[in-house]
């Protein structure tokens, strides 16, 4: 019986939100689509160890967003990937943890 006065209480509830809604001029909201342009570099890795980058670098975030940090030294690099790995949960195998550093580290030293 509590569970039914309870039911009723959210009907009435959400009934009265729904005519507030209504009310205050809610459905003459003026929806339209917008384009965005997001700034590159994207979501993805290319050139030099494309490869596996995207395979252990971009399930969290996107390449421009690792690739617009500060410029790091290998030795700084390699903490990053490690704190990946152990901080952040990232499935990256063990041996290739300096391969990805260096990767990185190239790519900025252009
Ligand atoms: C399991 C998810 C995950 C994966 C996979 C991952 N990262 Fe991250 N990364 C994060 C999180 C979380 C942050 C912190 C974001 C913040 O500080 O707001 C981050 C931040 C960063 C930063 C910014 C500096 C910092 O320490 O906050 C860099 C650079 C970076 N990641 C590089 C990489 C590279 C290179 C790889 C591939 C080895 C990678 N990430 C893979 C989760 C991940």
């Known amino acids: 019986m509590k569970h039914l006065s309870l039911a ?9 939100a729904a005519g507030a809604w209504a009310a205050s001029g809610g459905s003459k909201v003026n929806w339209q689509s917008v384009s965005v342009t997001v700034p590159g570099p994207g979501g993805f890795y290319s050139g030099p160890n494309a490869q596996i980058l995207n395979t252990n670098c971009v399930t969290c975030h996107t390449a421009g967003f690792a690739e617009r940090q500060p410029t790091l030294s ?10 990946m790995k152990k901080a952040f949960g990232a499935p990256i195998v063990d041996a290739d943890i300096p391969i990805i550093a260096q990767a990185m580290f190239s790519r900025q030293a252009k």
């Open 74 to 83: 290998l030795a700084a690099w390699t903490v990053e990937v490690t704190k």
């Open 8 to 16: 009723v209480a959210s009907l009435v509830m959400l009934t009265g």
